[in-house]
């Protein structure tokens, strides 16, 4: 496929290469992780999961959601917190009466790029739960959360791209136990109805965010 020589051109590919679509996609995963560990903290409260047949007859229940803005690392975000029927539940990673939820930052990146380890996943989990949560109930969290992730990097994605470009940022995440400075890369493709998209996200060997 010829691809049009204005697409090639330096204004046409400036305007594509910026920290705002790396932000924007940053600020977006945070937001799901959020909600998905809320669900599964739900699921840890009720002693089932979603749409499960455990939920018969239990005396509680799931009892829809409600919107509610947080502000995280990457600004103010609008999540879905679920609630039971009976009103016990009591949100850890957002807090009832709260505004801003736990530090989730090195757990998103280490749930989503490339190159973390699953021991370095769980350590992220235990330190925002701490003593809140036993090991088990932490357990269940992680396994949701990762479940998702994996699925987002085992989708499948277009054949064809008009163009592909990366970015880097530098954060902090979680290697063999220590945190340290790594950056993250981030494959950014525009496809054939002029949509972007987030490719993948990897860890860098070092800090620099050359490439």
Same mark, same amino acid.
């Given at each position: 496929?010829?691809?049009?020589?204005?697409?090639?051109?330096?204004?046409?590919?400036?305007?594509?290469?910026?920290?705002?679509?790396?932000?924007?996609?940053?600020?977006?995963?945070?937001?799901?992780?959020?909600?998905?560990?809320?669900?599964?903290?739900?699921?840890?409260?009720?002693?089932?999961?979603?749409?499960?047949?455990?939920?018969?007859?239990?005396?509680?229940?799931?009892?829809?959601?409600?919107?509610?803005?947080?502000?995280?690392?990457?600004?103010?975000?609008?999540?879905?917190?679920?609630?039971?029927?009976?009103?016990?539940?009591?949100? &850890?990673?957002?807090?009832?009466? =709260?505004?801003?939820?736990?530090?989730?930052? @090195? !757990?998103?990146? +280490? #749930? *989503?790029?490339?190159?973390?380890?699953?021991?370095?996943?769980?350590?992220?989990?235990?330190?925002?739960?701490?003593?809140?949560?036993?090991?088990?109930?932490?357990?269940? &969290?992680?396994?949701?959360?990762? =479940?998702?992730?994996?699925?987002?990097?085992? @989708? !499948?994605?277009? +054949? #064809? *791209?008009?163009?592909?470009?990366?970015?880097?940022?530098?954060?902090?995440?979680?290697?063999?136990?220590?945190?340290?400075?790594?950056?993250?890369?981030?494959?950014?493709?525009?496809?054939?109805?002029?949509?972007?998209?987030?490719?993948?996200?990897?860890?860098?060997?070092?800090? +620099?965010?050359?490439?």
């Amino acid at each position: 496929m010829d691809i049009p020589k204005e697409f090639l051109s330096k204004e046409f590919l400036s305007q594509f290469k910026t920290g705002e679509d790396v932000t924007a996609f940053m600020k977006e995963l945070h937001t799901r992780v959020y909600e998905q560990m809320l669900e599964a903290e739900m699921d840890n409260h009720l002693g089932y999961e979603k749409h499960s047949n455990q939920g018969d007859h239990s005396g509680n229940s799931r009892n829809g959601s409600y919107r509610k803005q947080i502000q995280t690392e990457m600004g103010e975000s609008v999540i879905q917190v679920p609630r039971d029927r009976e009103g016990e539940f009591e949100p &850890i990673v957002v807090p009832k009466h =709260q505004s801003r939820g736990l530090s989730i930052e @090195r !757990l998103v990146i +280490s #749930l *989503y790029a490339k190159g973390m380890s699953v021991a370095d996943i769980e350590s992220e989990m235990q330190e925002i739960y701490g003593i809140n949560l036993s090991t088990s109930a932490i357990s269940i &969290i992680t396994n949701k959360v990762r =479940q998702a992730a994996t699925e987002w990097q085992n @989708r !499948l994605l277009d +054949s #064809l *791209y008009m163009i592909v470009w990366m970015d880097g940022i530098v954060f902090k995440v979680r290697e063999n136990g220590k945190v340290i400075n790594k950056t993250v890369y981030l494959c950014v493709g525009l496809n054939k109805e002029g949509l972007k998209e987030v490719l993948g996200m990897w860890i860098g060997k070092n800090e +620099s965010a050359a490439f």
